[in-house]
């Protein structure tokens, strides 16, 4: 079976989430995802730990059908009133994405003083480092990285993409649920058993 052949059946990185870890990379102080309460919960939450606020606009079955404009114009507003953020970024989701939210409207309408990053991205994508790609080129165009900065991480992830097909998460139709290398120790010589082993 070819590369292209394969159907892979396992769940598989968000573009979502790799928006999101970017945008903490970035230094942004606040993420707004413009979706439902508990798209990428698990990792919003943990995101906090890294100092980076995340926080929804939850929408509902209302927005879905009649859209989320206003609620992410309130949402941006209320962020900056709660954590006077440097930089802002704005990330789309599945639900916001497929019923064509223009997330640059509502900020032009917030019209915050603050660089703003804004991502439209959805967890549908195969790579997600499609997700990492569209948070760069939006900092690119805030002015947040320059051309060749992004050029650089752009390459990077090619080749991350390449090695995810080649021996990652899209190399196998399935893949069992593994925590890799759970060896515990304190000497980094002693971390490369993690390799040895298979870990």
């Given at each position: ?6 159907s ?35 990792h ?23 859209g ?21 970024g704005?990330?789309?989701?599945c ?60 390459y990077?992830?090619?080749k ?40």
């Amino acid at each position: 079976m070819t590369q292209k052949e394969i159907s892979i059946i396992h769940p598989r990185p968000s573009s979502i989430v790799a928006a999101l870890y970017t945008l903490r990379d970035l230094n942004v102080d606040v993420a707004i995802l413009h979706g439902p309460p508990g798209c990428s919960f698990k990792h919003a939450r943990l995101l906090e730990e890294d100092g980076i606020h995340v926080v929804t606009t939850g929408l509902d079955e209302n927005g879905f059908v009649f859209g989320g404009h206003d609620k992410l114009v309130q949402v941006i507003n209320k962020s900056i009133e709660l954590f006077n953020p440097k930089i802002l970024g704005v990330v789309g989701t599945c639900a916001s994405m497929i019923i064509g939210e223009e997330m640059h409207e509502a900020v032009l309408e917030a019209n915050p003083d603050i660089p703003v990053i804004e991502v439209e991205v959805h967890a549908g994508y195969h790579n997600n480092t499609k997700g990492v790609i569209f948070a760069l080129e939006s900092a690119l165009d805030a002015g947040i990285i320059d051309h060749k900065e992004f050029e650089r991480q752009e390459y990077l992830l090619q080749k991350a993409t390449e090695v995810e097909k080649k021996f990652g998460a899209a190399s196998k139709e399935y893949l069992a649920p593994s925590r890799g290398c759970l060896l515990y120790t304190s000497d980094a010589a002693d971390d490369l058993l993690c390799v040895d082993l298979g870990g």
